[in-house]
């Protein structure tokens, strides 16, 4: 079966950095779309970050040139470098990943988790001023 296991979560400073790290398990990440997605307290979830079969990588505007999501295929290993943290990006970090060969649709489709067939459980980042 198909596990997504994230790490690297944790408390950090304002202006500090953190890499977290999703591991995956009977599957192999090079040949679909994954991506990370964050929900903060009282707030909808929504799509970071997403990096396509190709190596195209796409984020959301607040995160834009802090954040870096990579992959490591052979390792299938996905990680999220977050740095210039801000209170406001505390919240549950997720890594996701889709059974379809690429990244499709809209950013708005893909930060509604729209395409995503398999979740971890989540990590937590809190960013404290």
């Known amino acids: 079966q198909v596990q997504l296991v994230e790490s690297g979560g944790g408390s950090v400073q304002a202006g500090g950095s953190l890499r977290l790290s999703c591991v995956a398990s009977?599957?192999?990440?090079?040949?679909?779309?994954m991506g990370w997605f964050r929900q903060a307290p009282g707030k909808e979830r929504e799509g970071i970050a997403a990096?396509?079969?190709?190596?195209?990588?796409s984020y959301a505007d607040s995160v834009k040139g802090r954040f870096t999501i990579s992959k490591d295929n052979a390792g299938n290993t996905m990680y999220l470098q977050m740095n210039s943290l801000k209170p406001e990006d505390t919240a549950m970090y997720y890594c996701?990943?889709?059974?379809?060969?690429?990244?499709?649709?809209?950013?708005?489709?893909?930060?509604?988790?729209?395409?995503?067939?398999?979740w971890g459980k989540g990590t937590l980042v809190t960013i404290s001023s």
């Open positions: 996701a990943s889709s059974i379809a060969p690429g990244c499709t649709g809209t950013w708005s489709q893909f930060s509604a988790g729209y395409g995503m067939d398999y």
């Open positions: 009977g599957y192999t990440y090079s040949s679909y779309c």
């Open positions: 990096i396509d079969t190709d190596g195209g990588r």
